[in-house]
């Protein structure tokens, strides 16, 4: 009876052990005896996942080195990369890839090579304006008595997104903006308290920057097809000539378009107060220790560089040069700009030997940069001591979520899967150039800093936008080794 009972129990053990495995190991076994295999269930690592949200930055920071891991071997990663990197027609590719906690170059296309690099320029000019101006500085537009009774003084500070409106706060924008009508609402108030009576007349101060508004380096084509405008040390919505848009044509002054709002809107509110606005507005200067009598503050310097990059605002980005170039003591001019930014960089490590700027935006003919240079700013802001720089790698565009890569590696091609969500680069694109200068994690958690440029392009930017992108996506996929 002792053994049967044994007996018994040990068949009950067995198929309790059993059950499971012939579930787990059923079908897959069955499959094969019906000569069929199984499919393998990729495990995406956590720092491979698209992220449901966009990080804002805070305490956490990208890694330059996974834990344990390795950097991709170059043999490995050239044979990749090099296979990419061509495109039917015209076209020379340029590419640099460093390890961004060595600094060591894993991938080398000509990377030392002079290459127009278009928008991806506004790296080095995020780097320089954070950098020299402080992530946290706010540039004032204000209104200050005039020399002779009755006349005040709108000043231009350097804020170039300002609305015609009130004031935003930026907690339901994506940009707190300084208003023109909270400035006029502010006046007002002020110069009723002073017993102002009769006509106000408003004279404008423009003085902050020097030198040409337009660059000689600018085709009249883009000046006219709103890529840039005349530059200015106060605009609404970076000059464009529509509020609450970014493309289309822009005002050939915005600094006076800029004050004729103020003026419509400081009429508006001085009515309740007894006085009257002119609507003829001339140049002038505000006196220096003039009594101030209202001020709005712009964005932060690191919102304004986060915009910048998202968006690719040419002007925005020379404003921010010149900003820059006063903030290190230079003269406010296209010069004094390009000279800030290319010292700023340097400051950070960055060799910045034969490199030739020819504006801050990329827009410009004559700029003379290498991929590798453009690599090593990034790498730089990864891994610098300078918290404000570090806002830079937060601000750049991410893999089919936001900015100009929004509408990129979500297409379905190869380039989308591993890239999605996890690379973050600036573009750039001319009529002959394509570029895409970023950071990623590789799938062993490596940071890897990178920049990839086409130049002589002709027909086939799309083509080579394509295969920028699937460089792009091999650094984020594989481990390469």
Same mark, same amino acid.
């Given at each position: 009876?002792?053994?049967?009972?044994?007996?018994?129990?040990?068949?009950?053990?067995?198929?309790?052990?059993?059950?499971?495995?012939?579930?787990?190991?059923?079908?897959?076994?069955?499959?094969?005896?019906?000569?069929?295999?199984?499919?393998?269930?990729?495990?995406?690592?956590?720092?491979?996942?698209?992220?449901?949200?966009?990080?804002?930055?805070?305490?956490?920071?990208?890694?330059?080195?996974?834990?344990?891991?390795?950097?991709?071997?170059?043999?490995?990663?050239?044979?990749?990369?090099?296979?990419?990197?061509?495109?039917?027609?015209?076209?020379?590719?340029?590419?640099?890839?460093?390890?961004?906690?060595?600094?060591?170059?894993?991938?080398?296309?000509?990377?030392?090579?002079?290459?127009?690099?278009?928008?991806?320029?506004?790296?080095?000019?995020?780097?320089?304006?954070?950098?020299?101006?402080?992530?946290?500085?706010?540039?004032?537009?204000?209104?200050?008595?005039?020399?002779?009774?009755?006349?005040?003084?709108?000043?231009?500070?350097?804020?170039?997104?300002?609305?015609?409106?009130?004031?935003?706060?930026?907690?339901?924008?994506?940009?707190?903006?300084?208003?023109?009508?909270?400035?006029?609402?502010?006046?007002?108030?002020?110069?009723?308290?002073?017993?102002?009576?009769?006509?106000?007349?408003?004279?404008?101060?423009?003085?902050?920057?020097?030198?040409?508004?337009?660059?000689?380096?600018?085709?009249?084509?883009?000046?006219?097809?709103?890529?840039?405008?005349?530059?200015?040390?106060?605009?609404?919505?970076? @000059?464009?000539?529509?509020?609450?848009?970014?493309?289309?044509?822009?005002?050939?002054?915005?600094?006076?378009?800029? @004050?004729?709002?103020?003026?419509?809107?400081?009429?508006?509110?001085?009515?309740?107060?007894?006085?009257?606005?002119?609507?003829?507005?001339?140049?002038?200067?505000?006196?220096?220790?003039?009594?101030?009598? @209202?001020?709005?503050?712009?964005?932060?310097?690191?919102?304004?560089?986060?915009?910048?990059?998202?968006?690719?605002?040419?002007?925005?980005?020379?404003?921010?040069?010149?900003?820059?170039?006063?903030?290190?003591?230079?003269?406010?001019?296209?010069?004094?700009?390009?000279?800030?930014? @290319?010292?700023?960089?340097?400051?950070?490590?960055?060799?910045?030997?034969?490199?030739?700027?020819?504006?801050?935006?990329?827009?410009?003919?004559?700029?003379?940069?290498?991929?590798?240079?453009?690599?090593?700013?990034?790498?730089?802001?990864?891994?610098?001591?300078?918290?404000?720089?570090?806002?830079?790698?937060?601000?750049?565009?991410?893999?089919?979520?936001?900015?100009?890569?929004?509408?990129?590696?979500?297409?379905?091609?190869?380039?989308?899967?591993?890239?999605?969500?996890?690379?973050?680069?600036?573009?750039?694109?001319?009529?002959?150039?394509?570029?895409?200068?970023?950071?990623?994690?590789?799938?062993?958690?490596?940071?890897?800093?990178?920049?990839?440029?086409?130049?002589?392009?002709?027909?086939?930017?799309?083509?080579?936008?394509?295969?920028?992108?699937?460089?792009?996506?091999?650094?984020?996929?594989?481990?390469?080794?």
């Amino acid at each position: 009876m002792g053994r049967v009972f044994s007996g018994l129990l040990l068949t009950l053990v067995l198929a309790v052990l059993v059950l499971p495995l012939a579930l787990y190991a059923g079908p897959p076994l069955l499959a094969a005896l019906r000569s069929e295999q199984p499919q393998r269930q990729l495990v995406v690592p956590s720092h491979q996942q698209a992220p449901s949200r966009l990080a804002a930055g805070g305490d956490v920071f990208p890694v330059p080195a996974g834990t344990g891991s390795e950097a991709p071997d170059p043999a490995a990663l050239k044979e990749l990369l090099d296979a990419e990197l061509k495109v039917a027609g015209s076209g020379t590719f340029h590419g640099s890839v460093l390890d961004a906690l060595t600094g060591e170059v894993l991938y080398d296309l000509d990377g030392s090579a002079a290459v127009t690099p278009a928008s991806s320029l506004k790296v080095l000019t995020a780097a320089a304006a954070l950098a020299e101006l402080g992530a946290d500085t706010r540039f004032e537009t204000t209104v200050h008595a005039g020399k002779s009774p009755g006349t005040i003084v709108l000043k231009g500070g350097g804020d170039v997104l300002l609305t015609a409106g009130e004031s935003e706060t930026g907690e339901t924008q994506t940009l707190p903006r300084a208003g023109l009508a909270t400035l006029a609402g502010e006046t007002a108030a002020a110069l009723a308290e002073r017993g102002m009576k009769g006509t106000v007349r408003i004279q404008l101060d423009d003085t902050l920057f020097s030198g040409e508004s337009l660059s000689p380096g600018w085709s009249s084509e883009d000046v006219a097809a709103g890529e840039i405008a005349a530059l200015y040390p106060l605009a609404i919505n970076s @000059a464009w000539a529509e509020e609450g848009v970014s493309s289309g044509p822009r005002v050939d002054d915005a600094a006076m378009a800029a @004050a004729e709002v103020f003026a419509d809107a400081l009429e508006s509110s001085a009515a309740g107060y007894g006085f009257s606005v002119s609507t003829f507005i001339e140049r002038g200067t505000a006196a220096g220790g003039a009594e101030q009598l @209202a001020a709005v503050e712009s964005a932060p310097v690191a919102d304004q560089v986060r915009h910048m990059l998202l968006s690719s605002d040419n002007y925005l980005a020379e404003a921010l040069a010149r900003m820059s170039a006063r903030a290190s003591g230079r003269e406010a001019t296209f010069d004094g700009g390009t000279e800030a930014v @290319a010292a700023a960089v340097a400051r950070l490590g960055v060799d910045t030997s034969n490199l030739a700027l020819a504006d801050a935006s990329g827009l410009a003919a004559g700029t003379e940069i290498s991929t590798k240079q453009l690599a090593e700013t990034v790498q730089a802001s990864l891994t610098t001591t300078e918290n404000d720089v570090r806002a830079l790698p937060y601000s750049l565009p991410v893999a089919g979520l936001s900015g100009t890569l929004a509408s990129r590696f979500s297409d379905g091609t190869k380039a989308s899967g591993p890239a999605l969500g996890v690379v973050r680069g600036k573009t750039g694109t001319l009529f002959a150039v394509t570029s895409l200068s970023g950071y990623v994690t590789d799938a062993d958690g490596r940071l890897l800093s990178f920049a990839f440029v086409a130049n002589g392009l002709e027909a086939n930017t799309a083509q080579a936008r394509s295969a920028v992108d699937a460089a792009a996506a091999v650094l984020a996929g594989c481990g390469c080794r």
